[in-house]
């Protein structure tokens, strides 16, 4: 079946950075894309942006713009998300999720299914 | 301040009919992106509930139903059960903002 395979929970310092990877199993990894979100404690979802697995274009919310990297690497089927400069607001679940759409033939205009169970990440000094 | 506007929450008795509504603009509903609805229980990651405004992935049981007018959607629950009670989130594209967004999410609590 269709899978996502996230890391564990991270703890960073501020002003750090933390690399979360999502490791998809159960379909042809290059032929979609795959989108990251993250919930702070308590609050709702917010999309940080998203990459195409089988070019590596990406597209960043504009909230993140210089601050996230999302990468990916087609070898193991994984992608990568990076954030920098880490702030105690940062401290989340960050949650990656294939866009149902074949990316050959659709946008990521696309519903999320499946999730990854999520990573949580805290800044604490 | 989310792009997509829901009720922060909304409640009902086992077995009524509840609605939740998302309200949008002209750059993402109203534009015509279809509007996708998940379900996030209590620590575990969202769960596609309704796709292209309409459409339930299999699994999903028809208590669940979803609309889309104008600029705004809406998630129809009925005959309500005591583990429909979740966080409900809706989410489309935004041609603005050139990126996915999500409602601020609707807490439904079964009385």
């Known amino acids: 079946q269709v899978q996502l395979v996230q890391s564990g929970a991270e703890v960073k310092k501020p002003g750090a950075s933390v690399k979360v990877s999502c490791t998809a199993s159960?379909?042809?990894?290059?032929?979609?894309?795959i989108h990251w979100v993250r919930q702070a404690p308590g609050q709702r979802l917010e999309w940080m942006g998203w990459i195409n697995a089988g070019n590596g274009n990406t597209k960043n919310s504009q909230k993140f713009q210089g601050r996230v990297t999302i990468t990916r690497d087609t070898s193991t089927s994984t992608a990568y998300m990076e954030v920098s400069s880490l702030r105690s607001e940062d401290t989340a679940v960050y949650y990656c999720?294939?866009?149902?759409?074949?990316?050959?033939?659709?946008?990521?205009?696309?519903?999320?299914?499946?999730w990854g169970r999520g990573t949580l990440v805290t800044v604490s000094s | 301040q989310s792009v997509l506007t829901q009720p922060p929450s909304v409640s009902g008795a086992p077995g009524q009919r509840v609605t939740i509504s998302c309200t949008g603009s002209s750059s993402n509903i109203g534009a015509g992106y279809d509007v996708h609805w998940y379900q996030q229980l209590p620590g575990i990651a969202p769960k596609l509930l309704i796709y292209g405004n309409s459409n339930r992935p299999s699994g999903v049981p028809d208590r669940f139903s979803g609309s889309k007018s104008g600029t705004s959607a809406s998630l129809a629950i009925t005959g309500l059960q005591a583990e429909d009670e979740a966080d409900y989130y809706c989410q489309s594209y935004d041609s603005s903002l050139t990126g996915s967004v999500f409602g601020g999410g609707t807490k439904l609590t079964v009385l």
């Open positions: 159960g379909y042809t990894f290059t032929n979609y894309g």
């Open positions: 999720a294939r866009d149902v759409g074949d990316i050959r033939w659709t946008p990521p205009y696309n519903s999320f299914d499946p």
